[in-house]
């Protein structure tokens, strides 16, 4: 099976614009998680999306957004860039089966760089 | 969600046996205790998970005791290519929100 793939791998922006970034999962994962990783705050959870709808969320600011297609592709948007939102952009998807925690298989991620 | 308090560094010895403990008071019932390792430049990979007792496979080992409040990440022989870091994390219930942290930087030494 192909594993996650995550575009674009990198991205350079300037403070204001915003940004969208996409999330191929493995076949057959139904759950999509994001993760915002930064050298001082370590990984974060951002949201997580199952069957279209999310279904947890992180403490981020409203300018971070994201959704899922039927296909169980997703993607995230961050609004009015901060240089504070340079970072790793995380995905990972899980076969989620219920009942307990699943394994979560991530991509490379997107370097985000704001200016 | 559980918190997790763990070594933010630990350097080794190549050959050696490393050991990596995470302490999560809060616990629930329901959370497995799950370990990631995270080269450079890449995203975690999944090593081990377990809910009680002992697991093992072919890469590592994990302990919990009776009180499940902390767990122990067993690397045998580690090598040169283990260099990473290492994240616990509790959660369960079905759910995907949990707390990776910062991990613990595990550095091997020839």
């Known amino acids: 099976k192909a594993g996650v793939t995550q575009t674009p791998r990198y991205l350079i922006k300037t403070r204001g614009q915003q940004v969208t970034l996409s999330c191929s999962p493995i076949?057959?994962?139904?759950?999509v998680s994001w993760y915002q990783q930064t050298p001082g705050q370590g990984l974060q959870f951002l949201f997580e999306y199952f069957s279209e709808t999310q279904r947890n969320k992180g403490n981020f600011p409203g300018r971070f957004s994201g959704r899922q297609f039927s296909n169980s592709r997703s993607e995230m948007n961050v609004s009015t860039l901060e240089l504070g939102d340079s970072a790793l952009y995380l995905c990972?998807?899980?076969?989620?089966?219920?009942?307990?925690?699943?394994?979560?298989?991530f991509g490379p991620g997107t370097r985000l760089t704001v200016l | 969600l559980a918190k997790t308090t763990q070594p933010i560094s630990m350097d080794s010895y190549e050959g050696q046996e490393v050991n990596i403990t995470c302490s999560h008071n809060n616990i629930a019932t329901n959370d497995y205790i799950t370990w990631y390792q995270q080269f450079p430049s890449q995203g975690p990979r999944f090593i081990i998970q377990?809910?009680?007792t002992k697991v093992t496979n072919e890469v590592a080992s994990l302990f919990i005791p009776a009180d499940r409040k902390s767990s122990t990440l067993s690397l045998p022989r580690v090598s040169l290519s283990d260099t990473a870091v290492y994240y616990c994390l509790v959660g369960g219930g079905g759910y995907q929100k949990v707390t990776f942290g910062i991990g613990t930087k595990l550095q091997v030494i020839p």
């Open positions: 990972a998807s899980s076969p989620f089966r219920g009942g307990s925690y699943n394994e979560q298989f």
């Open positions: 076949s057959g994962h139904r759950s």
């Open positions: 377990g809910y009680k």
